[in-house]
């Protein structure tokens, strides 16, 4: 073997497509006209493969985060050696009465890849020269890539970086890892490849995406969580579709706050909309309200002159999105909610007590959780609801520019599939365990001091009432906004730091 590969070079470009604008500071440069085909075996397309590499500690490949579904592989890896239906049959169930049912798992569907250059840099680091894949163009049609070692068949490990990035299929290649660890795997076992040469991560994710979402064959919002870099990306802005994944997203974070045990607001939002009197107990803000208030707050894009959400928009132009899993983004929520609502049970701030002491009249059942979920208070009303997460996040999308390293939490959820009650709970007992815990509670504690008496409370001064009148409407969520802000800003640290920085912007 003398370590060459022959591939189809073939032209996929248009005129007019010169004219898009294409900017290597968003990950975008302009990219190849050429496109290649070949095929490989399996096994050598794995080792050649960089799959999976990237950690959250910054080992590997930058780009998108691509996390592994053992199960999924497992059903690739059947089928490829059993075929349908065998293949979806029980272990009890594969005997020689079902044997019949088997056929070949034939995989014709292309591996999408990546071919990286000696330019390429991912987190600092490069595919060392001496593994690098070298394309070389033989006529219009014709290329020959040559590899970084010999043997087809050679157990070969990179120096660095795997020289190819897996954009599509990665967990097809999964699939052969078992085979691969015991030598069963035949070498002669071949998959189609499509590659690309030199490709930027932004081109990556909207490959991802008009390979996999666009034609609706995975849920977007499983997208949301794979590849960080789809969720601030503008030309799905401008078609509106990102517009309407983020609202998905927000419903299901907003289905998580209402379902979670471990969430104060379990079983008290209003999700059908439901009058006063048939709501659940204590439900003072409706679905709508919630994922309008998410949508706005933590899952805005930042454009124009929209806040710049922290589940959302690039915190820098060169890290991207944070890319937290949705189970992680409900988990910040639910303790942010959390800490605000012991922060009122263990201090006794003077708006609390008037709310929850009438007259100054001290009584022997008085519950301060009134002031948390009451009808009085603006914490359980859409206005309050959306000051608080807007405040919010802008204070963590400010603390993520300053400090990144507080948002760099090693999680065992697997982003991408369906969240579960303890994948949740595992992501609040992470975040709990990290440095952003503290920043949290200084926040909650914070806030929970501003009065959030409703214009309707007991012992509010002329002055106060007509401050809170300012709250309503449309224009009420700027102007609580800003009163909060003002409120935060006279503390110490960071969070007050952070509000006068946005206060100034708000001028």
Known sequence: MD???????????????????????????KPDDHILLFSMPAIQLRALSGVYRRTRGGDGGEGLQRHHDPKRSAAIRDFVRYGHPYSGLPQAARDEASAGMRKPGWLPTAIVVNILT???????????????????EEGDSRAQLTLPYRERLQRWTPKSLEPFEVIDGQHRLWAFDEALKSGSLPGDFELPVVAFTGL?????????????????????SHA???????????WLETLSDLRIYRQARSQELTEILFTQPDSPFFDRINMLGESSKTAPVGAGVTQAGWVRAITTS????????????????????????????????????????REIQQAILDNSFDWVKHLTEPNGQSKIDRDTIDAFSGTKTMLNQEQGVRGVLAVANGIFFSLAQVSP???????????????????VRAAIEEIKNSSIHAEIVRLATAIASFDWRSTDAPGLSDDQ??????????SGYVALREELLR?????????????????????
């Open 3 to 29: 370590g060459t590969v022959q591939a189809i070079r073939f032209k996929q470009w248009l005129p007019e497509w010169d004219d898009f604008e294409f900017d290597p500071a968003q990950h975008r440069r």
């Open 118 to 136: 000696e330019n390429d840099e991912r987190r600092g680091r490069k595919v060392a020269r001496s593994d690098i894949v070298s394309v070389t």
């Open 200 to 220: 930027d991560i932004g081109w990556q994710a909207y490959l991802f995406w008009s390979i996999n979402v666009s034609p609706k064959r995975i849920n977007p």
């Open 224 to 234: 949301f969580d794979l590849f960080p870099l789809l969720r601030s990306a503008e």
């Open 298 to 337: 933590f899952l805005s894009t930042g454009s124009g002159r929209s806040a710049k959400g922290l589940f959302s928009a690039n915190i820098t132009a060169a890290s991207g999105p944070l890319d937290w899993s949705r189970a992680q983004q409900a988990a910040l929520l639910i303790i942010l909610w």
């Open 405 to 423: 390293e507080l948002f760099d939490i090693e999680s065992r959820v697997v982003p991408g599939t369906a969240t579960s009650t303890d994948d």
């Open 465 to 474: 009432r007509r401050l809170k009148r300012g709250f309503r409407g449309s």
């Open 487 to 507: 409120h935060l800003s006279a503390g110490t640290g960071q969070i007050a730091q952070a509000s006068e920085e946005a206060l100034k912007q708000l001028d």
